[in-house]
T-cell receptor, first 114, second 110 residues
Framework: DAGVIQSPRHEVTEMGQEVTLRCKPI?????LFWYRQTMMRGLELLIYFNNNVPIDDSGMPEDRFSAKMPNASFSTLKIQPSEPRDSAVYFC????????????FGPGTRLLVL | EDQVTQSPEALRLQEGESSSLNCSYTVSGLRGLFWYRQDPGKGPEFLFT???AGEEKEKERLKATLTKKESFLHITAPKPEDSATYLCAVKIQAGTALIFGKGTTLSVSS
């Protein structure tokens, strides 16, 4: 299995631009999570989906952030407009419902907003 | 408020010098406690899940233990390749996200 796939791996953009991050979960997994990691705050949940339906978006910072999961194999996280404080590493993770529900993480997208 | 605290923030060891990392948690309920390893520039890599107090799991030089209030990750005779950030996380109930601690960065020198 290829694991969780994220793209792009690195993104540098200017303040005010739209940024779209992409994620392909592990095949067969029914949960998908978006996390953000910073030095100050560590890993924090932004939003998660179950069977393509958003379950908890309480971690989304503000209306500039939006996430979609149009099908079981693809999700996007969009920031519009981007701001320098959005600079962080964004991780996507997926898991399968059941006894363990272990989350498996992608390699992350390192975002720098200038 | 559900909270996970890891200590120390950073730990420097000599090769072969055993030690332990701590993860204490204050949660409304515990579905599972997870340990991950994260190398620079990479995503967290799953190590262990512990479900109940008294449970222990081992993998090579690592052993994780769980009590009602904390978990320890014991590293026996570490090697330089064990250098990484170790993250602890808890799941409160089924079908929810993980709550992470801020991690312990371990450096092992030869």
């Amino acid at each position: 299995d290829a694991g969780v796939i994220q793209s792009p791996r690195h993104e540098v953009t200017e303040m005010g631009q739209e940024v779209t991050l992409r994620c392909k979960p592990i095949s067969g997994h029914d949960y998908l999570f978006w996390y953000r990691q910073t030095m100050m705050r560590g890993l924090e949940l932004l939003i998660y989906f179950n069977n393509n339906v958003p379950i908890d978006d309480s971690g989304m910072p503000e209306d500039r952030f939006s996430a979609k999961m149009p099908n079981a194999s693809f999700s996007t996280l969009k920031i519009q407009p981007s701001e320098p404080r959005d600079s962080a590493v964004y991780f996507c993770a997926s898991s399968q419902s059941g006894a363990s529900e272990t989350q498996y993480f992608g390699p992350g997208t390192r975002l720098l907003v200038l | 408020e559900d909270q996970v605290t890891q200590s120390p923030e950073a730990l420097r060891l000599q090769e072969g010098e055993s030690s332990s990392l701590n993860c204490s948690y204050t949660v409304s309920g515990l579905r599972g406690l997870f340990w991950y390893r994260q190398d620079p520039g990479k995503g967290p890599e799953f190590l262990f899940t512990l479900y109940s107090a008294g449970e222990e799991k081992e993998k090579e030089r690592l052993k994780a233990t769980l009590t009602k209030k904390e978990s320890f990750l014991h590293i026996t005779a570490p090697k330089p390749e064990d250098s990484a950030t170790y993250l602890c996380a808890v799941k409160i109930q089924a079908g929810t996200a993980l709550i992470f601690g801020k991690g312990t960065t371990l450096s092992v020198s030869s």
